[in-house]
């Protein structure tokens, strides 16, 4: 149980296109679900943090405009880094959590190369 | 700032010995602590939790130890076994969020040798 899927796992894309992250937990209504990114040697550093139905909330940061989180149904979150650029290349990762249980659940991640 | 910080990145041990993964924090706020392992191109699994109200809990051949005292907890891993050769993270949480707003670690590479 606790499955939580990402997609895709690995992206190349060119500057100034968009790129949409999808994150479904599989077998469980996931009410919070998180965003990370982790940069090479880094620890994974939270972006934003989704409920389901409401706006999410961003890290001190992270430019909400550039990343567009939608949490649109118990089970699906998504990440769209808009109008990309090298710098945003990095492995973007997210997880899920139900209702009063205690654990993050992830995503295996998504390596996003901007060129 | 690292406010959780793993400062061993390898650890190699022998097959059916025990490893012993640490972890220290800074935030005095912490109140939950947690293990993930990650084997390559999977997302971190949770291991084993731990409360402040607590300073141990095991769970199988895991056992989670925490010194509120010294912002230091450890995973300890008896026997080990070849399959748990993985990344283990440290994660920890403030103010009663319980698994929101989680601070990692940068990871210690464990490696069981047969």
């Known amino acids: 149980g606790a499955v939580v899927s990402q997609h895709p796992s690995r992206v190349i894309c060119k500057s100034g296109t968009s790129v949409k992250i999808e994150c479904r937990s599989l077998d469980f209504q996931a009410t919070t679900m998180f965003w990370y990114r982790q940069f090479p040697k880094q620890s994974l550093m939270l972006m934003a943090t989704s409920n389901e139905g409401s706006k999410a909330t961003y890290e001190q940061g992270v430019e909400k405009d550039k990343f567009l989180i939608n949490h649109a149904s118990l089970t699906l979150s998504t990440l769209t880094v808009t109008s990309a650029h090298p710098e945003d290349s990095s492995f973007y990762i997210c997880?899920?959590?139900?209702?009063?249980?205690?654990?993050?659940?992830f995503g295996a991640g998504t390596r996003l190369s901007v060129l | 700032d690292q406010q959780v910080k793993q400062n061993s990145p390898s650890l190699s041990v022998q097959e059916g010995r025990i490893s012993i993964l640490n972890c220290d924090y800074t935030?005095?706020?912490?109140?939950?602590f947690l293990w993930y392992k990650k084997y390559p191109a999977e997302g971190p699994t949770f291991l084993i939790s731990i409360s402040s109200i607590k300073d141990k809990n095991e769970d199988g051949r895991f056992t989670v130890f925490l010194n509120k005292s010294a912002k230091h907890l450890s995973l300890h891993i008896v026997p080990s076994q070849p399959g748990d050769s993985a990344v283990y993270f440290c994660?920890?949480?403030?103010?009663?969020?319980?698994?929101?707003?989680?601070?990692f670690g940068t990871g210690t590479r464990l490696t069981v040798i047969p």
């Open positions: 994660a920890a949480s403030a103010g009663q969020t319980g698994a929101n707003n989680l601070f």
């Open positions: 935030n005095s706020m912490f109140d939950y």
């Open positions: 997880s899920a959590k139900a209702l009063a249980k205690n654990i993050q659940y």
